[in-house]
């Protein structure tokens, strides 16, 4: 086995120089300076947004909330994942039984699916389910897809005030915290950007009680360009970087260690053996690896006794084929192990947390309440690797039955590309040796250097981000709220025009003549391109409602997923709508928990779900006709009459027959998709696939390649590359 290690060393956190005024510590805790600096930034009256970028395990979460224990202060916590949402409502709560404040916040979550149940079980509409939860919390833990719509009018009936519910939140809550951004890409970082400049001009970022709004943004490997924006829209920007500031050490022995320690230096992450594995870029090496190097697994939990260990990786259902497989390695040994995935049900990710072994798809727990020490890794960037490698090392220690387990060793296996390991180890004057002692720094900016460079999509903000700005300045000239907001609406005109660098006059023009094309194309009103353009994470035309046969507990067993991943890994059997909904419904009374159904209300299909592929199946989009016209036309479209070929599925023509009559948001290049993925530097999970029309229909390799709603408009920005001299296709 080819294997280059290095050691890492520990990191120790700057303690913060003097105490906060107004803050009472509970005993023993000492604040780092990343978060004393949090706290003073959002009490400053002169700064408007935040960046706090501490290291993964340095307390951010704390800096966050701090000063909500402090003081009467309302907060709305946003976080990209559900799971990620409930990992943090504990944690608050956690809190705030070591602080005690005198005010006693009151904290709730609301998800979509909460949301829908509470509506229907008290009988509520959505708008009063929000406005009963949002009046209720001092505290509210939520994601930013709501928080997008509740901005975007999405629960206000017509004979609302389009303003009804946002301006209620603007009322209510003081500080806005959105956690993980680095994970949002450029659609979601408009739509944020659209959001705060609707916020910006119609309070005046002004509270009733005089207190000034603040935006926070949590992350780790922060993305420049909402900073850069912010700043050009004239919010006063504050960044707490303690990396640049020097506020981190990293001692090389235990008498440097104790010092720091004695000067009350916060450990964030013990020492790590990390050892790089060079793979091939397939599809399934990691999983092959992981099979090939089981026993090294087993031969870890038997030399480090109490160890408890992840395996994340990019798939999901690579994910789903392994877990089997180690639970028959490591039950004779008595060792147990976990799943933790987008598809795993909720009894299935609180089971985990008791396991030897998880594997999944999403750092959520991992390093948190799944305390670990062993750890093995895919990535598909330099953030990616950096954000898992930094769920390692965070505890000393985890409790089992009462009693503390200890740790006394952390090691990472990273699975990467094998051109990276050659960047980092075997070129002339590499940038690491074998077997060599580094510190965290140096090592995330080595990764950030010579790991593959994914493009940034910038062309993004001028050609689509102001879509959703004309929108919202559309409802601000709502006969009801009109002279309210007349010169709000002016400013935040202006404001997204400067953002966005484009006219919103000529970005009417163009919502117009999709709406118009879409018109002639369908007969149906409605305008699916500006639709996506405005939405958080885009439309799922090609979301399937899944019946999983493979859960246990048949509550879990209700799912969504995307055609493309169904045709690539799942077998399946095709269910009526019908069927789905009525076992839906039996399962909800004979278990007496609620299910929600809303999420099923636009699926393309239902499915059953037998079980996961070893292999991944062969399949591509085909269209009837001829797909050059759409190609040479070089901009987004709405496309209808696409298939798929598949020829070992037997439910492709059923399959066909919904999906031909679907109008997609589309943009055809004709390239096949491997080159459109190398020259354009596309991320890994960049939702592009092969198609071919009636002429190319028999080609080995599919002539042309589709994206589709939002993955549509990123392409849009990037692929004049292809078209030569020409120049940029569309300017808004």
Known sequence: MDTYSITLKPVYSCPASEPLPGVTLPPGWTLA????????????????????????????SLAAYLKTFAEYYCAIGLYPTNELGRDQELQINHYLEQFQP?????????????????????????SAAIANRTGQSEILVTNPDIFHYIYRGAYVFQNDNPDLMWNRIDRNFDLFIFDEFHVFREPQIASVLNTLLLIRYTSGLKRRSGNHKKFLFLSATPNPQLLNRLQEAGFCCHLIDPIQQNKYQFPEDITSQQQLETDHWRKVSGEIQLNFIPLESTSKSSETWLQENSLLILEYFQQHSGSKGAIILNSIAAVKRLVPFFQNLLQPYGLTVGENTGLSGKAEKERSLSAELVLGTSTIDIGVDFKINFLIFESSDAGNFIQRLGRLGRHSKYQKNGQD????????????????????????????????????????????????????????????????????????????IKQQYAESREKFWEGCEQVFETSLKRVAGKIKGWKEDWYRLSGKKGNPIADDACSFRGSSPLQCGLYDLTENQEIDRFKTYDLPGILSNLEIEIWTEAGFMRSLKETAEKTGQPIPKGRFNYCLAFMKLHRYREERSNWKFTYPGNLQPFADAWKVQVLTGIEIWQPDNRWAVEINKRLRKEGLVAYILRRPVTEVRMRLKLPMHFQIYPISDHYSFHDVTAPYSIAFGQSALLLD????????QGGEVWIA
């Open 102 to 126: 005198k005010h006693q916040p009151r904290v709730h979550r609301l998800s979509g699916l909460e949301l829908e149940i509470y509506a229907e079980t008290e009988g509520l509409k959505k």
């Open 405 to 480: 387990i200890n740790f006394n060793q952390f090691t990472a296996y990273a699975l990467v590309p094998k051109f990276l390991v050659e960047r980092l180890f075997d070129v002339d004057s590499p940038p690491l040796q074998y077997q060599a002692t580094y510190d965290r720094i140096f090592l995330q900016n080595t990764i950030k250097e010579k790991y593959r460079q994914i493009n940034d999509f910038d062309k993004y903000y001028s050609r689509w981000g102001a879509v959703q700005s004309f929108r919202l300045a559309y409802d601000l000239n709502n006969p009801k």
């Open 33 to 60: 300076w990343h978060q004393a600096e949090t706290f003073k930034a959002l009490s400053d009256p002169n700064i408007d947004v935040v960046f706090n970028t501490a290291m993964t395990g340095d307390g951010k």
């Open 717 to 724: 920005t990037l692929a004049y590359r292809f078209k030569g």
